[in-house]
């Protein structure tokens, strides 16, 4: 028997929606429309957009598929079984409830997931009335490697997990959602934030950079860093465990990792075993994984890795931080109610 194709429609056509898979030097797919068109198990059957000139660049990358300048017209003709939604922020809410109302059965949003908690929320609501299934791009979830990763942190392969570091680069709500939510995936639910603003690193219109403390249900601690991006982009997460430790680098391409040992130099003291250190990873594509999974979850073989709940979650964390920034370093307890 044939597997079944889905239909396939991305929404919003600027860099992550499909102009990015211009660049010579991303390993391609690049971008949603990008991974829509090379996968095997999905036809990318609509490119949408209002702005014309984004979507006749997107026309000039994907030729022959369909384009539309209104989202409705679009959802009604084509009937796509997954859309990707991958406007700014302020239209996620209504493309999100347009998509649901139709019951399309699986939407991937862009980070972050709203504009507002109280967006997030009602999206959430919005997509579990109709059984549509909400997925939230934030891409290193997807990635196997980082997903084995994870697994043996929560297994205990480097024992309990006392502290983090952590640096982003262009802005707390662009590349910073990311890192909120990888510190999630592995540490669990953040309980509490202190951050004050980063005024001498760059950012996007609207956004801001924050240096933080983050306090997470589980006793771990995490330190959120800022670095100015026009000088070097990093983003890196080092996890500190009572066993040895852990290093996400080069954007998760790579993983390091680095067992203790009995110290040489100083008796009854271990120490991290530098010469011991295992290295994973490679530049690959972060949205292939991505694809592959929202099959599955159509095929009802896996359940969202990144939910609806887990992008109101970080979106929740980033709130907080800037609240804190806004007060001067203020603790801003956080309830929670999504899932790592």
Same mark, same amino acid.
């Given at each position: 028997?044939?597997? !079944? ?145 994870r697994d043996d942190v929560a297994a205990g392969a480097l024992g309990e ?130 694809? !592959? ?32 920034? !806004? ?14």
């Open positions: 028997m044939t597997a !079944e194709r889905y239909r396939a429609a991305v929404i919003g056509c600027g860099r992550i929606g499909a102009t990015m898979e211009a660049d010579i030097r991303r390993i391609r797919p690049a971008t949603h429309a990008g991974m829509y068109r090379a996968c095997a198990r999905t036809e990318l059957a609509a490119l949408v957009d209002v702005d014309a000139d984004q979507l006749d660049r997107a026309r000039a990358l994907f030729p022959g598929i369909p384009v539309f300048t209104d989202v409705e017209a679009m959802l009604d003709r084509v009937r796509p079984a997954v859309v990707s939604v991958a406007t700014g922020p302020s239209q996620h809410r209504p493309v999100v409830e347009a998509c649901a109302k139709r019951g399309v059965p699986a939407v991937v949003c862009e980070k972050p997931l709203a504009e507002s908690v109280a967006d997030g929320r009602a999206m959430i609501a919005a997509c579990a009335a109709t059984g549509t299934l909400l997925l939230v791009n934030h891409t290193r979830r997807f990635d196997p490697l980082l997903r084995r990763l997990i006392t502290q983090a570091t952590a640096y982003y680069t262009a802005g707390l709500f662009n590349s910073g959602t990311h890192m909120v939510d990888l510190l999630r995936f592995f540490l669990g639910d953040v309980r509490w934030a202190m951050a004050v603003a980063n005024a001498a690193c760059s950012h996007p219109p609207g956004d801001l950079n924050v240096d933080a403390l983050l306090g997470f249900a589980a006793g771990a601690r995490a330190a959120l860093q800022a670095q100015e991006v026009k000088d070097y982009t990093i983003f890196t997460l080092r996890l500190h465990g009572r066993g040895g430790t852990a290093v996400i680098d080069r954007f998760g391409f790579e993983v390091q990792r680095t067992p203790v040992r009995d110290c040489a130099e100083f008796s009854g003291y271990q120490e991290l075993d530098v010469h011991a250190t295992r290295w994973e990873g490679s530049a690959r594509s972060l949205m292939a994984p991505l694809v !592959e999974h929202v099959v599955a979850c159509l095929d009802g073989d896996d359940v969202p890795v990144s939910c609806g709940e887990d992008g109101l979650a970080a979106l929740e964390v980033l709130s907080a931080l800037k609240a804190s920034a !806004e007060t001067g370093g203020r603790r801003v307890d956080i309830a929670g109610g999504g899932r790592a």
